[in-house]
């Protein structure tokens, strides 16, 4: 029963911390898109295409909000 209740809050962890990870990505790309006329009108146009800015903000989201734990660092 242990078992299923550890498996059980593990899911529900992952889940936050991909909810979390969404939030965030949204929020970046919201930005950038609400900035990049900005930067057309400066004559500094993007040389990445909108699939590479997306990827971008999501690896950015995702090293921000996923934990990563250390060598020798336990769980409490």
Do not use: Y
């Amino acid at each position: 029963m242990t078992f299923l209740i550890n498996g059980v809050q593990e899911n529900v962890r992952r889940f936050n911390e991909d909810a979390a990870v969404w939030c965030r990505f949204a929020a970046r790309r919201a930005r950038r898109k609400h900035l990049l006329p900005l930067l057309s009108a400066l004559d500094s146009p993007s040389s990445l295409t909108e699939e590479q800015l997306d990827q971008l903000d999501w690896l950015a989201a995702e090293r921000e909000m996923r934990r990563s734990d250390c060598v020798g660092e336990q769980e409490q």
